[in-house]
Every structure is written in structure tokens, then in C-alpha cells.
């Protein structure tokens, strides 16, 4: 039972960190329809630079808050510089230069910091909690909450403000939203700012626990997307679930079969999904119209 | 006058390219720079069927490399396949696989399909990352050769491996190109590029949009495994990372940039992304910073790829 | 036997019912027309005809067989054909080609005769090209059969869906607003060539907005509105129809309607 209980809380922690990868995914797609696998590099650049912030003496919390505006603006910048000069080339196309951008910033984040691997003290020390027999690093806990505040934040972002109100038009129907007046520019900008805020926010709490170093970027981009595929591209709900879904099943496949295949379960699962439901969880089918 | 078909025009640039490389190859290691263009030329000319002609898209299809790949590893141990059997082995292998997987994935379309492909190529790899004792795991294992050096040798012939394999690959490049080229004016070719362009169109006309898609993808997984079959023969060693993704990324990414409609421009898209990181390398820490950016900019500025734009620009001059 | 019947056809989208239920048969050789104003429902009575909506409830029977939710290509199989609203041309394919593609049924075979390009490939493909070639002049678009199809105007595209329908030899043709876009002389030409189709022996499920046209044509009309049949008929009765005249009423059909038999 307890073992169970270890599992289960190991595979939220992870899931947590899957389910903001996605959540990044899914607000870039909904207002551009855009696949960014440049994803998972947000999540590295919150790590490394606030370890090299560290490093140079500033301070743990404006170093955490200078990291993800660094990766704010090189998100904003990857809108303005590859994204949007390529508005209407095909999914393949811009899955190509999202590529290609990940292995530029990765490439870039080699030379700017080094190749060694990182990680920064827990916030909160390493003495883990106890409960009912399993135990749990406080720094979990900070993971765990961390996630919980983003989806908070999102949802009354998404319903009580007219900004994300404009967010969500743009989602729907980008033209629709245009003739009402939403600077659909503005919106993507802010999506992309948004979406490398919150891979950096992630990177930061979870460095501790997973370390950090230039090239853990596309492995977390492919959970992330899997994770955001599973749920339902494009459903923030559906990214949660489908992120802590992809975290629990490693974690109980790690645990009681083999973590050589954890990879493996999750993908086998993802695939078994969309063999039932080919538009993820909570995606919504399409009829087309003719 | 009738202008030379496009299906010749191909073939020819590509005799001249293969016939006349070699004419500039300062020494015999870039026939083996060669011999891995051409290898990854079929591959690529594989997915211009599924990506180009039907297009599908697959983030997975190193997984048939690797099955072709390791099929001449094991086949020779363990069933004592003659390594050209075990390529073939390896074909029907991956094509009867992506029959397989094809069926319930190819329902799926854009992101979706993205994904399970995507998830197919990495349960590949981590199965021959896995089964170490069968596989040896990450570190790889030996491949028994081809022969055909031995052969030659004792026939009175001394050839360069490197050389030989130049050639070799070369043809079965050209052969990959001709069956593909021949393929797009057949109606077989005219219902995969329909489905492209309007699947319920294709599908009220009488074309079974499902079986299509599958075909083209049994055929670009069968294109992969000879290619990932002959890197594995070639370097007479395999390791997994045959089957990973950055390779199937490397693959979709050369079909992309040359141009995805057209099997020269896929040539060319694998020439290009196959000699760039040898002319890189010489960049040392720059290496990705210049890849990506050229990965980018030529999608950005070039979203068709290379050739065909190219190929507008100068039809667009005035004459 | 009527060719195409249809008993109790209908659909609904989120709880909103598009179609109710729906009867009318079309006879062999047949020009017969739905009407309705916008948003009747016509086109997806079409798209559950042509296999590509799945209806909630209700019977297509083609020849007798019962074709309900039958996939399209099957349904193209038994002689079952269309044309789109909003066009469905290959646009990365050439004039020719695309109809050359519309006779799939009749020209495909084995894959690996593709590949091997085969004399038995090559025949079918040469047999297909002179196929196409005469229904592109049949249609009027024989010039320039050699460039891309998204060079073409909007009106010769209609037309170029056209030959692509007839290329798969079908024994009903379902039309989807052929003349919509199109200027009085093209609208004149479609005209005549529905006609010209109709004399072969195919029959004709129209939809069009053109008011003169479809009362010019028709030998049956059958009136939509909000998803039900409200009238059916010989064109002028339909026009008479105090029902159709309340449906269209203030709308520029039903002036039309009423004018087209003057």
C-alpha cells in the first residue's frame, strides 16, 4: 500500500511538470495552430539560467523571476522571427521550423552556458515527508503546487478577463475574432510569452529534482506533446490529465514492471487511445464541412 | 517538340549527379560521404511517396530503418540468413508491420498522427535499446558484411569498401527513384495525390482513401528498412540510435527542405542535410546553432523547399 | 424501382436537428432538384446521400440495396457521383489529371504493376488519359488540359468537378449548386450541359439557388425548409404551392420562382 502510495506521488510530481509542458503546447496551438516543439527548450532555459544566475550571486527568487523573463523573450522572439513569417505553410512545414528551433536554442544554450550538467539547492531542504509510509521530497510539494497555481491562474485568466476572453475568440475562430477587433498578432505574442513562461516556471521548480543540462529539451517536448495529444490538443483540461496520466503511467510501470519500459507504457497507452479516441479525451471531433 | 518527362529528367540529373561527384572527391572518404547520401536518398524517396504523393506525415519512421537495420544483424546469427536475405527479410518485416500499424493509425490525421507515429518509432527504439541480450542494447553490435568485396577480390577485382558501396547504394537509389517516379503517373500514384489534396473528393470519386494511405505508407516503410539494411551492412556494425528520433526527424527534414513533391528535390534535401554536418563538424560548438537556423530559414523563406522554389524562380524570369 | 430512394433521412448536429426525416425517390434518367433557402438543409441531405454524413435514422436504398451509410467510394462503386458546394478540386494536379483521378474504378490494378510500370499500368493509364480528354471536351475545358487545376477560373473549376464526376461512370449524378458563382453565360453553359447529361441517360440530383434554372430543368422538384420536405412536384405546381411561396416569401427565390414561369 505504501508502495503504491510512493508510486502514485513520484508519478504526480512528474506529471505535474508533463502537464505544464503541455499546457505550453496547447496555448500556442490554440492561438496559432501551431505544434511547438521548441517547448521542452523553455522548460531548460528556466533551469539553466537561473543556475548561472545562482552562480553569479544573485539571489534564488529574482534569479527564478529574471529566468523565465529570459525565456519570455526568447519565446516572444521566436513568434516574431520564425513563426510568423511562415503564417499558412503546412503542418509539416512548421513542425520543420519548430524543430529547427529547438536545435538552434539548444545549440545556442551550449555555447551560452556549457554542456555539464546542473542543479540548484530545493527551496525548502531535502528532508522528505512521511506519509502513510511513502515519503515525499518537499520540493515535490512545491512542483505539485506550482502546477496547481498555473492551472488556478489560467482558468481565471481564461474566464474573468476580457484579455483571455480575446484569447479564447481567437482560439475558436481567428477571422471572427479579427472583425470584432482582437489584435490576433497581439494574441499569438502573448501565447508564445505565455506558453515559455510557464516551461520556464516549470524548469525552475523541477531542476532540483530532476537536474538540468542544454539537452533535456526534446525528451520533454515529446511527453509534453504525447501528454497534450492524450488529453485533446488544444484542451487545457485535457492537458492536465493527459500530463499527469503520461507521469503516472511511467511511474507505475517503473515501479512494478520495468523502468526500462516506462517510455514504452506511455506511449503504448497513447497509442491505445487514439486508436478509440482519434481526437484525444476531451477532443472535440470535427465534421467536415463540404 | 515535347519536352523531356519529368520522370526522365529526374533519372538523368540523377546518373549525371552519381557519375560525375566522383570526378570532385579529393579522396576515397567521400565516396563513403556518397555511398550515405544515396542510402538516405532512398529512405527520403520513401517518404516523398508517403509525405509528397499522400500526404501523410510520420515522425517514426527510423523504427522501419531499425527493423531493416537490425534484421541484418540478427538475421545471419540467428536464422544464418545470408545478409542480402536478411534485407529482404527486413523489408517484408517492416512492410508487413506497417501494415499493421498503418490500419488503425493512419485513421488519425495532422497532430494525431503525428503523435502515434511518433510514439511507434520510440517503442522501436526503446525495444532495441531494451533487449540487450538479443540487441547489446545502447552499445550496438557487429553486423556481418555483404561479402561482395571478398567476392570481387577473389574474382581478380581489388576494390575500396567505401567505392564499392558508393556504387552499390547508388543503384539501389536509382532503382528506389525509378519505382517511385514510375508510380506517380500510374493510377495508383493519381489516387494517393488526390487523397492529398481532398480526401472526400478522392473518396466520392471511388478511391479507397483508407487502403491508399496504407499502401503509401507500406511502401515509404519498406524504402526506410532497405535503407536502414544497407547502413547496417555498410558500417558492418548497428546501434539503436538507427531507430530514434532525432533520425526519423533527420529523415522528414531532408524530404521537407529539398521539396516533399518531388523525388530529385528529396535527393537533394538528403545530400544537403548528409554532407552539411561533415562541413559543420569543422564548426565544433557551432554545429546546432547553424542547423537549426538553416532548418529554419529554409522553411521560413522557402516553405515548398528548396527545389521547387528554386525551380519557380527561375521559370518566373523573364526570358 | 426508383434509383435512388430515400425514406426518413435525417440528422441532427449537438442536439440541433439539420434534417427531420425525408422522402423522395429520383428514376432513372431524372433531372429532380432540391430547393430551400439557406440553411433547409440541402446540402446535408446531400452529404448523407454520398456516404459522407452518418444519419441518425432513415434509409437510402440505391437500385433496391439498402446503401445507408455506405462509404463513398463504395457507394461511386455501385454509380453514385458528386460535385461540392464549396469546390473539392486536386489543385496540386493538373486539368487532366484530375479528371484521369475521377476515373479510378475503371483504371486501378495491382500496386506493384504501378510501381514496375507495366504494360498493363501503362495501358490503363493511356486508356484513362483518352477517357478524360473527351469528357474534358465535353465539358469545354480540352485547352490547357496540361496546366495546374488552380490555374483555372472559378466557373471552368465547376466544370472541370463535372468531367471529374462523369469520369467515374455514374448512374445518378448529385450536383451541389453547379451554377453558384458563376455569370450568365457560364450558368448558361452548365445549363446546357446538364441537359446534354441528362440525354445520356443519367439521372440528376440537383441542388441550385438559380431559380430560372432549376424550374427550367427539372422534371421533379422537391422544397426544403428547416430540414423537412415542405412540397414536391412537377415545377409548376411547386411554384404554385402556397407553402413554398410562404417559405421563400420576401426572398428573392420565390419572386424568382413565380417569374421563371412567366
Known amino acids: 500500500m505504501s508502495e503504491l502510495l510512493q508510486f502514485l506521488l513520484s508519478g504526480i510530481t512528474v506529471g505535474a511538470v508533463y502537464a505544464l509542458v503541455a499546457l505550453g503546447f496547447t496555448i500556442i496551438f490554440n492561438a496559432s495552430g501551431v505544434i511547438n516543439f521548441a517547448q521542452g527548450e523553455f522548460v531548460m532555459l528556466g533551469g539553466m539560467s537561473t543556475v548561472f544566475l545562482l552562480d553569479a550571486g544573485v539571489p534564488m527568487l529574482p534569479a527564478a523571476v529574471a529566468a523565465i523573463a529570459i525565456a519570455c523573450a526568447v519565446g516572444i522572439a521566436l513568434n516574431k522571427l520564425a513563426i510568423q513569417p511562415a503564417r499558412g505553410a503546412s503542418v509539416v512545414t512548421l513542425i520543420i521550423i519548430t524543430i529547427g528551433a529547438s536545435i538552434f536554442l539548444r545549440g545556442a544554450a551550449q555555447i551560452v552556458f556549457d554542456k555539464q550538467i546542473h542543479r540548484f539547492e530545493s527551496f525548502s531542504g531535502d528532508e522528505p515527508f512521511v506519509i502513510g509510509g511513502a515519503t515525499i521530497l518537499p520540493q515535490s510539494l512545491w512542483v505539485m503546487a506550482g502546477a496547481v497555481a498555473v492551472f488556478a491562474g489560467l482558468y481565471l485568466f481564461f474566464t474573468r478577463s476580457l484579455l483571455g476572453k480575446a484569447v479564447l475568440a481567437t482560439a475558436n475562430n481567428p477571422l471572427a475574432a479579427r472583425l470584432v477587433g482582437v489584435n490576433t498578432n497581439f494574441v499569438m505574442t502573448l501565447s508564445f510569452a505565455m506558453s515559455a513562461a510557464i516551461g520556464a516556471f516549470a524548469g525552475v521548480l523541477v531542476t532540483p529534482i530532476t537536474l538540468t543540462s542544454y539537452d533535456i529539451g526534446i525528451a520533454l517536448a515529446l511527453k509534453g506533446f504525447a501528454a497534450a495529444v492524450l488529453g485533446g490538443m488544444g484542451n487545457p483540461f485535457g492537458a492536465l490529465v493527459g500530463g499527469l496520466l503520461v507521469g503516472l503511467i511511467e511511474a507505475m510501470t517503473a515501479g512494478y514492471i520495468s523502468s526500462a519500459y516506462k517510455d514504452a507504457a506511455a506511449f503504448i497507452v497513447i497509442l491505445a487511445v487514439l486508436f478509440v479516441m482519434p481526437h484525444g479525451i476531451f477532443g472535440r471531433a470535427t465534421v467536415e464541412r463540404v | 517538340m515535347r519536352t523531356l518527362s519529368p520522370k526522365y529528367a529526374t533519372l538523368i540529373a540523377l546518373i549525371a549527379l552519381i557519375a560525375l561527384a566522383p570526378l570532385f572527391f579529393p579522396s576515397t572518404f567521400y565516396y563513403r560521404i556518397g555511398a550515405l547520401i544515396f542510402i538516405n536518398g532512398l529512405a527520403v524517396i520513401g517518404l516523398v511517396v508517403l509525405i509528397g504523393y499522400a500526404g501523410q506525415i510520420s515522425l517514426g519512421h527510423a523504427g522501419f530503418a531499425g527493423i531493416g537495420a537490425y534484421a541484418c544483424a540478427l538475421g545471419p546469427i540467428h536464422l544464418g540468413l545470408a545478409p542480402v536475405l536478411s534485407l529482404v527479410l527486413g523489408a517484408v518485416l517492416s512492410g508487413a508491420i506497417a501494415w499493421l500499424v498503418g490500419r488503425p493509425i493512419l485513421r488519425l490525421r495532422g497532430h494525431y498522427l503525428a503523435v502515434a507515429t511518433l510514439g511507434f518509432g520510440i517503442l522501436i527504439y526503446i525495444v532495441l535499446n531494451n533487449e540487450a541480450q538479443l540487441t547489446g542494447g545502447p552499445d550496438g553490435m557487429p553486423v556481418e558484411g555483404l561479402g561482395l568485396r571478398g567476392l570481387l577480390e577473389s574474382a581478380g577485382f581489388a576494390v575500396k569498401a567505401s567505392k564499392l558501396w558508393y556504387w552499390l547504394a547508388a543503384l539501389v537509389m536509382l532503382a528506389g527513384a525509378l519505382l517511385a517516379l514510375n508510380l506517380h503517373d500510374s493510377p495508383t500514384g493519381r489516387a494517393l495525390r488526390s487523397l492529398h489534396d481532398s480526401e472526400v473528393a478522392a473518396h466520392t470519386v471511388g478511391i479507397d482513401v483508407a487502403r491508399y494511405k496504407l499502401t503509401a505508407f507500406v511502401i515509404s516503410a519498406v524504402y526506410a528498412s532497405v535503407a536502414g539494411s544497407q547502413i547496417a551492412l555498410m558500417n558492418e556494425f548497428v546501434s539503436p540510435d538507427i531507430a530514434g528520433f532525432l533520425h526519423s526527424i533527420e529523415l522528414l527534414t531532408m524530404t521537407v527542405l529539398g521539396g516533399a513533391a518531388m523525388v530529385f528535390g528529396a535527393v537533394i534535401g538528403a545530400t544537403i542535410l548528409t554532407a552539411l554536418p561533415q562541413v559543420l563538424t569543422a564548426l565544433q560548438d557551432f554545429e546546432h546553432i547553424v542547423l537549426g537556423l538553416i532548418m529554419m530559414l529554409v522553411m521560413i523563406f522557402m516553405p515548398e523547399g528548396l527545389v521547387p522554389s528554386l525551380a519557380r524562380l527561375v521559370r518566373r524570369r523573364p526570358r | 424501382m426508383s434509383l435512388l430512394s430515400v425514406t ?181 453553359e452548365v445549363d446546357q450541359l446538364i441537359a446534354r447529361i441528362a440525354g445520356e441517360g443519367i439521372a440528376i440530383l440537383l441542388v441550385e439557388h438559380d431559380m430560372k434554372l432549376v424550374m427550367k430543368i427539372s422534371n421533379h422538384i422537391i422544397v426544403l425548409d428547416h430540414g423537412e420536405k415542405i412540397a414536391e412536384g412537377a415545377p409548376g405546381e411547386v411554384a404554385r404551392n402556397p407553402k413554398v411561396i410562404e417559405a421563400y416569401l420576401g426572398s428573392q427565390g420565390g419572386k424568382e420562382a413565380a417569374g421563371a414561369l412567366d
Open chain 3, 8 to 188: 426518413g433521412l435525417g440528422i441532427g448536429f449537438g442536439g440541433l436537428t439539420a434534417v427531420g426525416k425525408v422522402d423522395f425517390s429520383v428514376e432513372p434518367g431524372e433531372i429532380v432538384s432540391l430547393i430551400g433557402p439557406n440553411g433547409a438543409g440541402k446540402t446535408t441531405l446531400f452529404n448523407m446521400i454520398s456516404g459522407l454524413y452518418l444519419p441518425d435514422r432513415g434509409r437510402v436504398t440505391l437500385d433496391g440495396e439498402d446503401v445507408t451509410a455506405m462509404a463513398p467510394h463504395r457507394l461511386a462503386a455501385r454509380g453514385l457521383s458528386r460535385t461540392f458546394q464549396n469546390l473539392q478540386v486536386f489543385l496540386r494536379m493538373t486539368v487532366l489529371e484530375n479528371v484521369m483521378a475521377g476515373r479510378h474504378l475503371a483504371e486501378r490494378g495491382p500496386i506493384l504493376a504501378d510501381l514496375l510500370a507495366l504494360p498493363g499500368s501503362r495501358r490503363r493509364s493511356r486508356a484513362t488519359e483518352a477517357a478524360a480528354r473527351k469528357l474534358l471536351a465535353r465539358v469545354g475545358l480540352e485547352r490547357g488540359a496540361e496546366r495546374d487545376a488552380s490555374e483555372l477560373p472559378y466557373g471552368a473549376l465547376k466544370r472541370l468537378e463535372i468531367a471529374r464526376a462523369l469520369a467515374s461512370g455514374p448512374r445518378l449524378l448529385l450536383l451541389d449548386e453547379p451554377a453558384a458563382g458563376c455569370n450568365a453565360v457560364e450558368t448558361g
